[in-house]
Structures are given as structure tokens and as C-alpha cells.
């Protein structure tokens, strides 16, 4: 097991933010921090689903990773309502690459951020013969 803490992401809690276990790299749950202030970024849900996946790519490439290798996604948001503005902003940021996704209406989130998201990548590929 190896701990991924990358420069400018900050656990707000008792976690790290990425873990690599076997041959994946699992990725805590990450808001929409603005990482200059430390706050949630204003705007609706399509901006804040952006920066909390920028931020966990900061975490994909402090393991040396890719968004490519991202298997899994768990996206939660504080309303249903936001799930177009969601998937647009995903389908945006991780274009023909399409991996296994959740998304979860919770009521509030932490901060009072619409949108969380936490992700499973591969360390390698495997090609199937």
C-alpha cells in the first residue's frame, strides 16, 4: 500500500487523498475546493462537477496516472436536479473515455458543495487476448 498526497490537494479529515492497493489507485472523495482559498468555487453545478474533477486528477497524476485509467466513478450531488449539468461537465472532462460512473443524490454535501466525486484508476493495463 503506498499513500498519494499530492502538492495543493489537502485532506480535510482523517484520509488520504489517494491510496494505491494492488494494481489500482483509489481516489478519496474530492469537492470543488478552489485550492488558492480553501473555499467551495461559486457557480451551479456544471463548475463546481469541473473543479472537483481537476481535483482529482491532481491526485491521478501525483501516482503517475491519467484520467484515461480511471475505471470507476462515484459522483454525488446535493439534488438529482443537477444530473444534466453534471454529466456535461464529465462527459466534457473525460471525452471518449467512459468509465463505470454512479451517481448518487445525498441531500447536503460537506461545505455545502452540489457535487462530490471519488474514482478507482488501474496502475496498468491489461489487454485481453
Same mark, same amino acid.
Not at 474530492?30 to 453545478?45: C, E, M, N, R, S
Not at 501516482?63 to 459522483?75: E, F, I, K, N, T
Given at each position: 500500500?503506498?499513500?498519494?498526497?499530492?502538492?495543493?490537494?489537502?485532506?480535510?479529515?482523517?484520509?488520504?487523498?489517494?491510496?494505491?492497493?494492488?494494481?489500482?489507485?483509489?481516489?478519496?472523495?474530492?469537492?470543488?475546493?478552489?485550492?488558492?482559498?480553501? #473555499?467551495?468555487?461559486?457557480?451551479?453545478?456544471?463548475?463546481?462537477?469541473?473543479?472537483?474533477?481537476?481535483?482529482?486528477? #491532481?491526485?491521478?497524476?501525483? !501516482?503517475?496516472?491519467?484520467?484515461?485509467?480511471?475505471?470507476?466513478?462515484?459522483?454525488?450531488?446535493?439534488?438529482? !436536479?443537477?444530473?444534466?449539468?453534471?454529466?456535461?461537465?464529465?462527459?466534457?472532462?473525460?471525452?471518449?473515455?467512459?468509465?463505470?460512473?454512479?451517481?448518487?443524490?445525498?441531500?447536503?454535501?460537506?461545505?455545502?458543495?452540489?457535487?462530490?466525486?471519488?474514482?478507482? !484508476?488501474?496502475?496498468?493495463?491489461?489487454?485481453?487476448?
Amino acid at each position: 500500500m503506498r499513500k498519494v498526497e499530492p502538492v495543493g490537494v489537502k485532506a480535510m479529515g482523517h484520509y488520504m487523498p489517494g491510496i494505491i492497493s494492488g494494481n489500482n489507485l483509489f481516489v478519496s472523495g474530492q469537492l470543488p475546493i478552489d485550492p488558492q482559498t480553501g #473555499k467551495v468555487i461559486t457557480g451551479g453545478a456544471y463548475f463546481q462537477t469541473e473543479q472537483a474533477l481537476r481535483n482529482m486528477e #491532481k491526485v491521478l497524476v501525483g !501516482a503517475g496516472l491519467s484520467r484515461d485509467q480511471v475505471v470507476m466513478m462515484h459522483v454525488y450531488v446535493a439534488d438529482i !436536479a443537477y444530473w444534466d449539468e453534471v454529466n456535461e461537465a464529465y462527459a466534457k472532462f473525460f471525452g471518449g473515455h467512459k468509465p463505470t460512473r454512479t451517481i448518487v443524490p445525498t441531500g447536503k454535501l460537506h461545505h455545502g458543495a452540489l457535487v462530490e466525486v471519488e474514482a478507482v !484508476a488501474e496502475l496498468r493495463e491489461w489487454s485481453i487476448d
